[in-house]
């Protein structure tokens, strides 16, 4: 166990800094034997570790040279820029845009790169059926009768042994289900805020979220936020003094795919506990990282139930579903008595399926499957984007999750990019649903989730031919 945690941590380390640009393109790593020295682990360790980065396209190995930090064009474009969102600008929600792009979910005749979930050519599909079979069998009345308020005792019991990956230490007793991630978010938002509070968002920020909190009548604090490290961490110190509650997607987040470092985790959660400020931690897209290893949450370092943590598996698993859950720490009986008032109970059939599905081992090894295919996903983006975008585009990095995040020059205009695209059977997601604020205009949101095929790329040239016409 010491040495595979010694391995994914080192390797860990060593992609970031080759994501973050510390380590150049084309720049030669430490030796095998070197390595050993540096970190006191044996050579199959060292190996190990070179083998991870290759097999994630970070590095290249050149015959009797040693390890270099790959050339390839995903690694070349410039980063997207930290986001400086005005903290007076009045909310000015995007709603016709929002909705334009979301009418087309489900239309066949598109290519939706403007959908955050992945393909159903990805999803287990078969197996989740026989899933659905089995659990009508095994409940009781067929499932058909309610169950316990807390939610399903199969699924509750899985996610908990499933959070031990990433230090939560949950029980079965610490969670409650709901019908999908954004239904987990209504809860504790409805729980813990009233209209006129102050919610602190990062920004770009996805717009279900930012369309939630406008609905319950809340003030939105859009934070400065960085397309690798996420919030900006010596704003968010100032503006604390500001907020009531505040809410973070700390891995992977869309539309940027940013990862808070495990430092600044632990620092939200002490700053946020001193001043009894709740953090709702949205972690649906924890599981897609593309390193060695699941981030931790926020969750790993609350010590005082002050962190209510939120997920599903529409990311991961079945979208359609709607199966999600919290661990509200502290709030646990606020959010019992809203979920009796609002749904009373979560459905049966589908999340005794979904628990057993978890159960098997199935997950696991989709996850596997998922990760690996998403990631190489993102370097084919690049790369097309790379070769066929206009000069000077810049790109998001992501360590994980669905999204990359598109920055051209400031007079590109991308809700006309939209209009146009559309034409051509392309729909993406406009820079500017992601904000309440007049900013973003020339970004746009990619959905990596989309098998990697030559019609893909055609249509990302047929894009980037786009782009080039009105920038």
């Not at 509750?156 to 949950?170: K, Q």
Request: charged share 20%; aromatic share 8%.
């Amino acid at each position: 166990m010491e040495k595979v945690y010694i391995y994914s941590e080192i390797a860990g380390k060593l992609a970031s800094q080759i994501r973050n640009g510390i380590l150049k393109p084309g720049e030669k790593l430490p030796s095998v034997r070197m390595l050993c020295q540096q970190h006191h682990i044996s050579m199959s360790t060292a190996k190990r570790i070179f083998l991870e980065l290759e097999a994630q396209s970070l590095i290249e190995a050149k015959p009797q040279s040693g390890f270099f930090v790959s050339k390839q064009l995903y690694l070349k474009l410039p980063l997207s820029e930290v986001s400086r969102p005005s903290l007076t600008a009045k909310d000015n929600e995007p709603d016709e845009l929002i909705t334009r792009v979301y009418s087309n979910m489900g239309r066949e005749d598109l290519t939706l790169f403007s959908i955050g979930v992945p393909s159903g050519n990805l999803l287990p599909m078969a197996k989740l059926k026989k899933e659905i079979v089995l659990a009508t069998r095994s409940l009781k009345e067929g499932g058909t009768e309610y169950e316990p308020l807390q939610g399903n005792l199969n699924l509750r019991r899985m996610i908990a042994t499933r959070s031990l990956a990433w230090g939560g230490n949950l029980d079965e007793n610490d969670l409650i289900t709901t019908s999908g991630g954004m239904n987990a978010l209504s809860f504790c938002l409805m729980a813990l805020g009233k209209p006129g509070d102050t919610i602190a968002l990062e920004s770009p920020c996805y717009p279900g979220i930012l369309q939630l909190a406008v609905s319950l009548g809340f003030k939105v604090l859009e934070l400065p936020t960085h397309p690798i490290t996420g919030i900006e961490m010596e704003d968010f110190r100032k503006l604390i003094p500001k907020i009531n509650l505040c809410l973070l997607v700390p891995n992977f987040n869309t539309p940027l795919g940013s990862c808070m470092p495990d430092a600044h985790k632990k620092e939200v959660v002490s700053l946020l506990a001193e001043q009894n400020i709740p953090l709702i931690e949205d972690d649906i897209y924890g599981d897609l990282y593309f390193g060695s290893h699941r981030p931790k949450c926020c969750k790993s370092f609350d010590v005082e139930g002050n962190v209510l943590w939120c997920s599903s598996i529409s990311k991961t698993l079945a979208p359609g579903y709607r199966v999600g859950w919290i661990a509200p720490g502290k709030y646990k009986d606020k959010l019992l008595k809203l979920k009796l008032v609002h749904s009373i109970s979560s459905p049966s059939i589908i999340h005794e399926a979904v628990g057993n599905f978890l159960k098997s081992g199935r997950y696991e090894n989709h996850l596997r499957y998922l990760r690996s295919t998403l990631m190489s996903n993102y370097q084919n983006y690049v790369n097309a984007i790379a070769g066929y975008f206009p000069e000077g585009t810049k790109t998001s990095r992501p360590q994980g999750g669905l999204a990359l995040w598109v920055e051209f020059n400031k007079e590109m205009d991308t809700t006309k990019l939209y209009d146009l695209a559309i034409r051509q059977q392309i729909s993406i997601a406009p820079g500017r649903m992601f904000t309440l604020q007049d900013q973003f205009e020339n970004c746009m949101r990619l959905c990596i989730g989309l098998p990697w095929t030559a019609h893909i790329e055609f249509k990302l040239r047929q894009l980037g031919n786009l782009a080039k016409m009105i920038q």
